[in-house]
């Protein structure tokens, strides 16, 4: 709309002119969200940052508070030096881990509590060479295994 209002007409019916002459044209016709309910949100108090937390959720994104996402981390650490192809990845990767969370332990950072104490690699490493044995030759699950 580049139009500017001329003098002397009252402003709420030039607009609604403005509005008549669009639906007209078919300007409204097949926009985004048309016929569909308003968001659940739209009648919540006003967000400063409601646009950059609807585009974090429509990309799939989410940043969590940084005890969680260790929390998250170490969890998956677990599994991944248990599957890892060498007992110097193994120890990589719990290390790595561990460091992150003895950092965290003594500078706790704002946010819920992390409730993970570091691993004992030495048991991880164990763990790792049961695993790797019970595959048998080949690194495939042995019969009867459930690793």
Same mark, same amino acid.
């Given at each position: 709309?580049?139009?500017?209002?001329?003098?002397?007409?009252?402003?709420?019916?030039?607009?609604?002119?403005?509005?008549?002459?669009?639906?007209?044209?078919?300007?409204?016709?097949?926009?985004?969200?048309?016929?569909?309910?308003?968001?659940?949100?739209?009648?919540?108090?006003?967000?400063?940052?409601?646009?950059?937390?609807?585009?974090?959720?429509?990309?799939?994104?989410?940043?969590?508070?940084?005890?969680?996402?260790?929390?998250?981390?170490?969890?998956?650490?677990?599994?991944?030096?248990?599957?890892?192809?060498?007992?110097?990845?193994?120890? +990589?990767?719990?290390?790595? #881990?561990? $460091?992150?969370? =003895?950092?965290?332990?003594? *500078?706790?950072?704002?946010?819920? &509590?992390? /409730? +993970?104490?570091?691993?004992? #690699?030495? $048991?991880?490493? =164990?763990?790792?060479?049961? *695993?790797?044995?019970?595959?048998? &030759?080949? /690194?495939?699950?042995?019969?009867?295994?459930?690793?």
């Amino acid at each position: 709309m580049t139009e500017r209002k001329p003098p002397g007409v009252d402003f709420e019916s030039w607009v609604d002119k403005q509005i008549r002459d669009a639906a007209a044209r078919g300007e409204f016709e097949r926009l985004p969200g048309a016929g569909e309910p308003l968001p659940p949100d739209v009648e919540s108090t006003y967000d400063e940052l409601w646009w950059v937390k609807r585009k974090m959720a429509r990309e799939g994104f989410s940043v969590l508070p940084p005890a969680l996402a260790l929390r998250k981390e170490a969890e998956d650490a677990l599994p991944a030096a248990l599957a890892a192809p060498s007992e110097r990845i193994v120890r +990589k990767i719990i290390g790595e #881990v561990n $460091d992150k969370i =003895r950092a965290m332990m003594f *500078r706790p950072p704002p946010g819920p &509590p992390l /409730g +993970k104490k570091p691993y004992d #690699v030495e $048991d991880v490493v =164990r763990q790792w060479r049961e *695993r790797r044995a019970a595959r048998g &030759p080949g /690194g495939s699950p042995g019969p009867g295994s459930h690793v």
